[in-house]
């Protein structure tokens, strides 16, 4: 393998994977990526231009995705709409970039037999109790809440789909929540650091007993890459660090870390069918394929994407008055 194809590669998740990969490979990388509200160019900023190239497109474009997939040996699909809230308010976008988005990479990887690994989340499998000693496995049931959760069940169906029936040499991961640099301001833990900067309360979701399973992005990227080297096709590999944290005491971590009262936030209206919590067992991705999370201490971690975000305000500063406004509207 020489070259990959990454769609949504200018996103958080994915522009975190494109530096993992120039870091620990040799291979070059073609990102794809429509900058949507949620894509930034200066995400990959200082990588080799050698190396790495911006191809501004959309996935839903069928010529446009069979010419760069028959020139590239593998597809890491990335590029989604990924945010519940906006979600709920809009599910369109999410109909056409999650659904017909996935398709329509399927479609190319089908017809040039390129290896293809499908990014997805542990929120296809629903919620579980809080007192629940279950967590997450790969044969737990779908049952996806959100409309984004069930536009990403909805493509990790089409891909199993595309494995049986026309042998599509495809992975699947489904990853709990993830936290790092170049997260946009609109996601749980870049809004409360920000807000902080920024001078504002912090803002937590009904009681914030809501539990969140935290895996570092750098965690996730380093998780892909051993299952397109190792994974078996045909597979689903579930992602996870062991990092459950109700959002409360997330708040009043990044709270006491900026050196704050961790009493000095606000409670705010709930998410509509908020899941209570999320929990990954990923025993067969450490036992089959040796994978082991290099972030043990979410403390430590948060401290460093605290400090990322307090470093780089150039590059959050343009999105945080209308993601709030977005955020007023919403109720939130
Ligand atoms: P993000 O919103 O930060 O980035 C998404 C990227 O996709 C953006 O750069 C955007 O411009 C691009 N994009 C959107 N629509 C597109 C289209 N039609 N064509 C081309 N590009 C398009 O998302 P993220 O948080 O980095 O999530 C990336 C992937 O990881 C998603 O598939 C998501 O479901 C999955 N995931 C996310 C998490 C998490 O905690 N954030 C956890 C597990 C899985
Ligand atoms: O589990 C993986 C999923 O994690 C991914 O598939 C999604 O793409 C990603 O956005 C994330 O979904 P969540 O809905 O869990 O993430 P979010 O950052 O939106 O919220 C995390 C928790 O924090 C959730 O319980 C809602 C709560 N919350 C969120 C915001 C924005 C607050 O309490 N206050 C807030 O201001």
Redesign the pocket.
């Known amino acids: 393998m020489r070259n990959l194809l990454v769609?949504?590669?200018?996103?958080?998740?994915?522009?975190n994977f494109v530096h993992h990969v120039i870091d620990h490979t040799d291979l070059s990388v073609t990102v794809?990526?429509?900058?949507?509200?949620?894509?930034?160019r200066a995400s990959l900023e200082g990588l080799p231009a050698e190396r790495v190239n911006l191809l501004v497109?959309?996935?839903?474009d069928a010529d446009l995705v069979d010419d760069l997939v028959s020139r590239h040996d593998a597809v890491v699909?990335?590029?989604?709409?990924?945010?519940n809230d906006n979600s709920l308010h809009d599910p369109s976008?999410f109909l056409?970039?999650?659904i017909i988005?996935t398709y329509v990479l399927l479609e190319a990887v089908r017809k040039h037999e390129k290896r293809y690994h499908h990014?997805?989340?542990?929120?296809v499998y629903g919620d579980l109790e809080l007192d629940d000693p279950a967590r997450f496995t790969e044969q737990t049931p779908y049952n996806p809440s959100s409309p984004?959760s069930s536009t990403?069940a909805g493509s990790d169906l089409l891909v199993r789909a595309w494995v049986r029936s026309f042998g599509v040499q495809a992975t699947i991961s489904?990853?709990?929540?993830?936290?790092g640099p170049r997260?946009?301001v609109e996601?749980f833990i870049p809004r409360q650091i920000t807000n902080v900067i920024d001078g504002i309360r912090p803002r937590l979701y009904g009681e914030g007993l809501n539990v969140r399973d935290w895996i570092h992005a750098d965690d996730?990227s380093s998780a892909v890459l051993t299952i397109l080297d190792k994974g078996a096709v045909g597979e689903t590999y579930l992602i996870g660090a062991d990092g459950e944290k109700d959002n409360k005491t997330v708040i009043e971590l990044i709270l006491e870390l900026s050196g704050l009262p961790t009493d000095a936030y606000d409670h705010v209206t709930d998410r509509a069918g908020h899941d209570l919590r999320y929990a990954i067992d990923s025993s067969k991705l450490r036992s089959e394929l040796g994978w082991a999370p290099a972030f043990s201490d979410f403390r430590s971690g948060l401290a460093a994407t605290i400090d990322w975000y307090r470093e780089n305000e150039a590059w959050w500063r343009p999105q945080k008055a209308q993601t709030e406004a977005k955020y007023q509207q919403l109720g939130h």
């Not at 497109?57 to 839903?60: E, L, P, V």
């Not at 990014?119 to 929120?123: F, G, K, N, Q």
């Not at 489904?174 to 936290?179: E, F, L």
Request: hydrophobic share 25%.
């Open positions: 769609t949504g590669g200018a996103g958080f998740i994915g522009s794809l990526d429509k900058l949507t509200y949620a894509g930034n497109g959309d996935i839903a699909h990335f590029a989604a709409e990924s945010h976008p056409q970039t999650n988005g990014i997805s989340t542990d929120e984004y990403k489904n990853c709990s929540n993830n936290y997260q946009h996601k996730h």
